[in-house]
């Protein structure tokens, strides 16, 4: 894969991250929600459960392309807008 392949699905996989987000913590208002109405929130934390562990799978995914990104040299006649810069931890 190039560069530009790769720099497209560093973008993808931050959407996903961050999509992840949303929604585990709208399962964890959920949960606290079931908790506080009395009833058995053991299915909603189970998928609360699953949903982290995606969002650990993105995570590591996001981290193999950066690692990716890392170790190529960008050819020389490439872009030297900020656009194909990696993004700072």
Do not use: Y
């Not at 949903?51 to 020389?76: G, Y």
Request: overall charge negative; aromatic content about 4%.
């Amino acid at each position: 894969m190039d560069r530009e392949q790769e720099l497209e699905h560093l973008r993808q996989a931050e959407r996903h991250i961050d999509e992840a987000k949303a929604l585990i913590e709208t399962q964890r208002e959920f949960v606290r929600e079931l908790t506080q109405k009395g009833q058995d929130p053991e299915v909603a934390n189970s998928g609360l459960r699953a949903m982290e562990r995606t969002l650990k799978a993105f995570e590591r995914h996001r981290d193999v392309i950066l690692n990716w990104l890392k170790d190529q040299k960008p050819s020389e006649d490439a872009p030297s807008d900020d656009s194909t810069s990696l993004p700072s931890d």
